[in-house]
């Protein structure tokens, strides 16, 4: 069964730092374009950057532009977000999701979900 496993939230102070990662189970993560998505209660999922089975990187969101950075490790068959000078508004659950092919910001239009981690930012 194909499977991502998210895991690094934590709560933070404004201006921290945090690195999340997405672990696939039974696919290989440069065959498959793999996002992370975010929703805050009481908010839709929004599509926050993915990564391309070639390595083209894309950000969704414009205002994480310049502070969240989306990467790979093939050997660990991992995904990892990188999150610097987080903000109180960056509190969400942070979800990996994969679909075959190319990224899509469109939650629907993936098929594999992780189950989230959470992620507080406040002072």
């Known amino acids: 069964q194909l499977q991502v496993a998210e895991s690094g939230g934590d709560s933070v102070q404004p201006g921290g730092s945090l690195r999340l990662s997405c672990v696939a189970s039974?696919?290989?993560?440069?065959?498959?374009?793999i996002a992370w998505f975010r929703q805050a209660p009481g908010k839709e999922r929004e599509a926050v950057s993915c990564i391309t089975g070639i390595g083209t990187r894309i950000t969704f969101a414009d205002s994480v532009e310049g502070r969240f950075t989306i990467s790979r490790d093939k050997d660990k068959n991992t995904v990892y977000l990188q999150m610097n000078s987080l903000k109180p508004e960056d509190t969400s659950t942070y979800y990996c999701?994969?679909?075959?092919?190319?990224?899509?910001?469109?939650?629907?239009?993936?098929?594999?979900w992780g189950q989230g981690t959470q992620v507080a930012v406040s002072s």
């Open positions: 999701a994969a679909r075959y092919a190319y990224c899509r910001s469109r939650a629907g239009e993936y098929d594999i």
């Open positions: 039974e696919f290989r993560v440069d065959r498959y374009a």
